[in-house]
Antibody
Framework: EVQLVESGGGLVQPGGSLRLSCAAS????????MNWVRQAPGKGLEWVSY????????YYADSVKGRFTISRDNAKNSLYLQMNSLRAEDTAVYYC???????????????WGKGTTVTVSS | EIVLTQSPGTLSLSPGERATLSCRAS???????LAWYQQKGGQAPRVLIY???SRATGIPDRFSGSGSGTDFTLTISRLEPEDFAVYYC?????????FGQGTKLEIK
């Protein structure tokens, strides 16, 4: 079964750091680009970051640029999001999502995890 | 940044009716790299349509996508009770990969 499982969420104070992980199984992780998407309570979806298969291409939303770092370890079938200088507005459910395949046409978000909750509050 | 505007914000229809959801982009979406997602309460989103018109694996054929350039549409030909949810469009043609604000499809 194709599966993505996020972990690492929790309560953190403003200015703090957190590292999210996403464990992939049931598919060839190293063949798919990956994304992080978040959803603040009661709000819509917000794309956060993208990383290509070999980590050669990385994109960030302006709202997290300079504070968040996406990375992956293909040997461990894992995706990461290092979040620094956290703010109250970063409070959200964070989803990891794999793309649909190789090539630009398939860079939509195909398989999603169930999400992990990050709460930034004092 | 490409801004996606979805309309209407809320759509009230009855099972069996046809639903038409709109997504308008502030500039042309590269190669029609536009996807539609469905999200039900407390669940992760699931992809319905990619490339503006291609149905994802396992998606019923009552869901269809159309459009190009700046105007895109998701049509549900005959609503089933399980279709009432929130729908998002998203462009993945250029970074940042933006989402629309969503359309809530509710039972009338």
């Amino acid at each position: 079964e194709v599966q993505l499982v996020e972990s690492g969420g929790g309560l953190v104070q403003p200015g703090g750091s957190l590292r999210l992980s996403c464990a992939a199984s049931g598919f060839t992780f190293s063949s798919y680009s990956m994304n992080w998407v978040r959803q603040a309570p009661g709000k819509g979806l917000e794309w956060v970051s993208y990383i290509s298969i070999s980590s050669s291409t990385i994109y960030y939303a302006d709202s997290v640029k300079g504070r968040f770092t996406i990375s992956r370890d293909n040997a461990k079938n894992s995706l990461y999001l290092q979040m620094n200088s956290l703010r109250a507005e970063d409070t959200a459910v964070y989803y990891c999502a794999s793309t649909g395949g190789r090539g630009s046409y398939y860079q939509y978000m195909d398989v999603w995890g169930k999400g992990t909750t990050v709460t930034v509050s004092s | 940044e490409i801004v996606l505007t979805q309309s209407p914000g809320t759509l009230s229809l009855s099972p069996g009716e046809r639903a038409t959801l709109s997504c308008r982009a502030s500039q042309s979406v590269s190669s029609s790299y536009l996807a539609w997602y469905q999200q039900k309460g407390g669940q992760a989103p699931r992809v319905l349509i990619y490339g503006a018109t291609s149905r994802a694996t396992g998606i019923p054929d009552r869901f269809s996508g159309s459009g190009s350039g700046t105007d895109f549409t998701l049509t549900i030909s005959r609503l089933e009770p399980e279709d009432f949810a929130v729908y998002y469009c998203q462009q993945y043609g250029s970074s940042p990969y933006t989402f629309g604000q969503g359309t809530k499809l509710e039972i009338k």
